[in-house]
């Protein structure tokens, strides 16, 4: 019979709880990377056990944490909402279900190029945000004006870390111009930006249109990356 282990302060023979993942033929080595760190990912663990559909629920659950732009009757405008883990969070926080009933029932608005997979309490609609008309459609939607805009879009990536940088403040203030549009006076926008020097023009933007303009990165972003976010508070109209 063999013997149990006796106090073995060494390190060797315990187990290493890290996921490694071997290189598959035909994968790159990039790829294997990103798999292992996913494995890895606390976040990645927690939104399986929450039933959230990605990571990144909370970044927008940690942002609101902080500047409290979610609340119960709140009419909300998730621009590039797929795959939904932003909405998820929105449903929950703004009372969409009832779930406190003394409180008012807001109303969450996903769109996306591509199509969704249905979320209970939030309607999810197949449109480009930048498309004529698009403003007209969503205040249609909605019944009236947003009481927040937020966006987590990023541009399909080049590889080139300039490029990238540029590519997504072109999104974040088309996304912005869009939420001048339907933003009702007091309102918020959240959206994600990359540092890299260009985002001074998005701040001064901002600024002439709101009252207190905040860039932060929350804990579920991850470190090494140049991830952050801008929020927009008391949108002057």
């Not at 976040?43 to 629920?57: C, F, I, M, Q, S």
């Not at 590039?80 to 608005?109: D, E, F, Y």
């Not at 205040?139 to 540029?166: F, I, R």
């Amino acid at each position: 019979m063999a013997k149990k282990p006796t106090g073995n302060t060494s390190g060797r023979g315990q187990r290493d709880l890290t996921v490694k993942v071997k290189s598959a033929r035909g994968r790159k080595m990039s790829s294997t990377l990103w798999l292992q760190r996913q494995l890895n990912d606390p976040y990645v663990k927690r939104a399986k056990a929450d039933g959230y559909r990605g990571r990144a629920a909370y970044k927008i659950l940690e942002l609101d944490d902080k500047y409290r732009f979610l609340v119960p009757g709140a009419r909300i405008v998730d621009l590039g909402a797929a795959p939904g883990g932003w909405c998820q969070v929105a449903v929950k926080r703004c009372n969409v279900l009832g779930q406190k009933t003394s409180k008012a029932q807001g109303t969450i608005l996903g769109v996306d190029l591509q199509e969704m997979e249905p979320i209970a309490g939030c309607e999810l609609h197949q449109l480009d945000f930048m498309e004529d008309d698009a403003d007209l459609k969503v205040k249609e939607w909605l019944g009236g004006k947003a009481d927040v805009v937020m966006s987590d879009m990023a541009a399909s990536a080049s590889g080139h870390k300039q490029t990238d940088h540029l590519r997504i403040i072109a999104l974040c203030e088309a996304a912005a111009y869009f939420a001048f549009d339907v933003l009702e006076e007091g309102g918020t926008f959240v959206a994600k930006v990359l540092a890299g020097g260009a985002e001074g023009d998005l701040q001064k933007l901002l600024k002439t249109k709101f009252t207190k303009v905040a860039n932060v990165k929350p804990p579920a972003s991850r470190s090494d990356s140049s991830e952050k976010f801008v929020v927009a508070t008391g949108f002057k109209g």
